[in-house]
């Protein structure tokens, strides 16, 4: 069974800091994405990594894929109360189903 | 990419009853995909609905208590039956972003409280 592990599971700093979260597994996986969910909203996908060594920056917001294929970071520069939310790593093959990790609920604190 | 219009938003429920959620998606896709997301909890993958064929479960899921219609390539509805208080939970859609990203866009997502 293919298990993603997110870490941490809470995280709660000043605006301005820099943070970053980490998903992790044993398995390989065709792609990694990251999606960020508001309360009373569906996840909306941030990023999709596909190759080993990958990073792709969004404004702030800088994604890595390990060269294994097996984990990926999110690190956020200068943090704003924006960013709160909960965020969550998603692998799996393209046109198939995805295995969600746990997620990380981020608060940003003006 | 694809725009997924799901209802009912929320609705709170009798034990017992049935409520059918509705996915209506702009575009034809393949699968569509229903996830059960526990207060706060990830998401859980439900089955895979695809047209033409019965959905396929995942493991701690049965159709009985899941039924999943799919009539054509552009709408899907997702009945949890028989309602306890332990089916509170958010139910999302979800469908392949498309042919040009890796990804996928989802449903405003259904609060189910069962009382």
Redesign the interface.
Known sequence: TQLLEQSPQFLSIQEGENLTVYCNSSSVFSSLQWYRQEPGEGPVLLVTVVTGGEVKKLKRLTFQFGDARKDSSLHITAAQTGDTGLYLCAGGKRDDKIIFGKGTRLHILP | SAV?S?KP?RDICQRGTSLTIQCQVDSQV??M?WYRQQP??????IA?ANQGSEATYESGFVIDKFPISRPNLTFSTLTVSNLSPEDSSIY?C?V??GDK?????????T?LTVV
Do not use: A, D, E, V
């Open positions: 997924i799901q938003s393949t699968m995909f706060g909890q990830s998401l859980t993958l895979t999302l979800s392949s972003i990203y890796w990804g996928y866009t989802f449903g405003s997502g609060r």
